[in-house]
């Protein structure tokens, strides 16, 4: 089993920045992808970005040039550092890591931007 530990959401204006942490602990050998995903109320959970071992990143065109994920494999840990926020990014905010043949979800923390 894989622990995930996410932190940094809150309340934030439109226009300014969060970043999100999240600890992955316990069985850690084999992952591989680390990313973020978000729920919106009344909407689908969706990918925000992710980040492969190699650094390899992949993003959401609708925070394309706003948000930027990264990882430190020492750490175990990605981030997610998001800027020039806007109200429709609020969501809960979800970390998830896969491995060849599983995932693990953390379980989410709120970002809500006030206009």
């Known amino acids: 089993q894989v622990q995930l530990v996410e932190s940094g959401g809150g309340l934030v204006q439109a226009g300014g920045s969060l970043r999100l942490s999240c600890v992955a602990s316990?069985?850690?050998?084999?992952?591989?992808?680390m990313g973020w995903y978000r729920q919106a109320p009344g909407k689908q959970r969706e990918l925000v970005a992710s980040?492969?071992?190699?650094?390899?990143?992949n993003y959401a065109d609708s925070v394309k040039g706003r948000f930027t994920i990264s990882r430190d494999n020492a750490k175990n840990t990605v981030y997610l550092q998001m800027n020039t926020l806007k109200p429709e990014d609020t969501a809960v905010y979800y970390c998830?890591?896969?491995?060849?043949?599983?995932?693990?979800w953390g379980q989410g923390t709120q970002v809500t931007v006030s206009s």
């Open positions: 316990g069985n850690i050998f084999g992952i591989n992808v």
């Open positions: 998830k890591v896969a491995k060849t043949l599983t995932h693990y």
């Open positions: 980040i492969t071992i190699s650094g390899t990143t």
